[in-house]
């Protein structure tokens, strides 16, 4: 009787075993999906053409061009690496950032294989100046659309309206306004480019940098 019960707990270990294997998280795939965990706070995600749904506490398999909202919650982003050849294809990991604070779009392909991360959502309408006839030559006002903090080891590139800035470990804020976006680096170096003129500037720990609207 021992020996049958022993035997029914072994077939159940293997079965329980198997189950977990067999649902497992596949693993990012270049220009195709990304994998996201839930740190903290609450993340809603919204896949292309799919309905939202809430970040539960189970890692999930999204595909390239989800959006994902982090306004009052915090998550870890992991992206194929971009291609590498040789030695360096047996180095290459999976890239890994943590984003808050705002609500973003993935995108990456085979062209651009650096992961994007693609500030979206804020008032553009609060940008608007008023007409010509009454004030000429007005500037927008220099009014915060919308943010993102992000901190990791991986290669990202966060892009706000007016400049993009690409990094490999570190922690940075990508911020828009209405006549600009800033870029503050908080750890590591960071490299921006003006998406007007593709100028770049590198951005070292406790500086920042501002590309103004056109």
């Not at 740190?39 to 809430?54: A, L, Q």
Request: aromatic content about 6%; proline content about 7%.
């Amino acid at each position: 009787m021992r020996a049958r019960f022993i035997a029914g707990l072994a077939a159940i270990g293997a079965f329980v075993v198997a189950g977990v294997a067999d649902a497992r998280l596949p693993p990012p795939s270049l220009g195709r999906s990304v994998d996201i965990g839930l740190v903290s706070g609450t993340v809603i995600v919204t896949p292309p053409g799919g309905h939202s749904f809430r970040l539960g506490t189970q890692d999930q398999n999204i595909p390239v061009g989800s959006l994902i909202d982090t306004t009052h919650g915090r998550v870890d982003l992991r992206a194929a690496p971009p291609p590498a050849l040789g030695a360096a294809a047996v180095a290459a990991r999976v890239e890994d950032a943590q984003f808050y604070d705002g609500a973003f779009r993935v995108a990456q392909s085979a062209t651009r294989p650096v992961a994007q991360i693609r500030l979206v959502g804020g008032r553009l309408a609060a940008c608007a100046a008023p007409t010509a006839d009454l004030v000429p030559h007005r500037k927008p006002p220099h009014k915060v659309l919308r943010l993102l903090w992000a901190s990791g080891s991986g290669r990202f590139q966060t892009v706000g309206r007016y400049s993009a800035a690409t990094v490999l470990g570190t922690k940075w804020l990508t911020e828009d306004f209405c006549d600009g976006t800033l870029v503050r680096v908080s750890r590591g170096v960071v490299a921006v480019e003006n998406l007007a003129t593709h100028t770049t500037v590198t951005v070292r720990a406790g500086q920042s940098t501002f590309t103004p609207g056109p």
